[in-house]
């Protein structure tokens, strides 16, 4: 693995970890960290919204809560089990804070401030080809992995759902990915795949493209990120809608970037920014970040 690639996998460490509550973002790259090389990073994201896309079209106001502020902290490991087989782990905590009126919070008996640890991910992740195209190489890996709630955070109906941390469901999912890198250090990456949900929670289809440069000193990405949930999900306040959140259909384009520098071996830092600029049943989010991990 080469100085440019390794740095490469510390910096998608740090961005994985810095990745936004809902993991917009997938926690699956086309790096491979090398047998027996991984990395432990941990990150701070706030994220904030004031506008929520429904059906027919985006509202300018969040019900109830007027305004929701979001800040998580992430922990993201990875470790090579061989040289094409890999083992990743995400646990984040969060804290989801609305701005509703004392008298409705009174008087419907809600909180504005929900926290607590959300889903741990666990995925195997295992390069499946090789082959070189021109002067490049193309690398085609798949990832298995699940995730399911690690504490007992509510997701109750009704609006107050609007500041829950997570759904409760546990997910099953499959990823295929496609991962091209230049000798110049310019990689492109795509991945599709598809994730079943427990409950009510809609199964969806989940896919995202990446561009990128990894150089000696320097590790540069934009991304774009989709969800498409079953039809079988509902729309808040449409028919069909009986209250449950959690049986919403959730779609989203998200974008985002990043940048990444070592500090000093083994270590670095990210700073990393990213927003939805269309959606179906969510909120209107821009997030940043910032995060440090350490290369082993």
């Given at each position: 693995m080469s100085h440019s690639y390794s740095l490469a996998a510390l910096a998608t460490s740090v961005l994985l970890a810095a990745a936004p509550r809902a993991q917009a973002q997938s926690i699956i790259t086309g790096f491979m960290a090398g047998k027996g090389h991984g990395s432990v990073a941990v990150s701070g994201t706030l994220e904030r919204y004031t506008a929520v896309y429904l059906v027919p079209e985006k509202v300018?106001?969040?019900?109830?809560?007027?305004k929701i502020n979001v800040s998580s902290i992430n922990l993201f490991?990875?470790?090579?089990?061989?040289?094409?087989?890999?083992?990743?782990?995400?646990?984040?905590?969060?804290?989801?804070e609305g701005q509703a009126d004392d008298q409705v919070v009174q008087a419907q008996g809600y909180t504005n401030r929900r926290q607590g640890f959300q889903d741990i991910s666990a995925y195997l992740k295992f390069k499946g080809y090789s082959t070189e195209v021109g002067s490049s190489q193309l690398d085609l890996l798949g990832a298995v992995g699940v995730s399911t709630p690690l504490s007992n955070y509510q997701s109750a109906q009704g609006v107050q759902?609007?500041?829950?941390?997570?759904n409760r469901a546990t997910k099953g999912t499959a990823l295929g990915v496609a991962h091209l890198k230049t000798p110049i250090g310019v990689f492109l990456?795509?991945?599709a795949g598809y994730s079943l949900r427990s409950g009510r929670v809609p199964n969806a289809f989940l896919a995202e493209a990446k561009a990128g440069y990894a150089g000696l000193k320097l590790y540069v990405e934009g991304w774009i990120s989709f969800q498409n949930s079953d039809k079988s999900g509902t729309d808040i306040l449409q028919p069909g809608f009986d209250g449950n959140f959690t049986a919403t259909r959730v779609d989203y384009a998200r974008v985002g970037g990043s940048i990444f520098r070592p500090l000093a071996k083994g270590v670095g830092v990210v700073l990393g920014a990213s927003t939805y600029v269309a959606g179906r049943n969510i909120g209107k989010s821009t997030a940043g970040s910032l995060g440090v991990a350490y290369n082993f």
């Open positions: 300018d106001a969040v019900p109830v809560f007027k490991a990875n470790y090579g089990l061989s040289d094409k087989v890999e083992v990743v782990l995400s646990l984040p905590y969060i804290r989801s759902y609007i500041i829950a941390i997570g990456t795509g991945q």
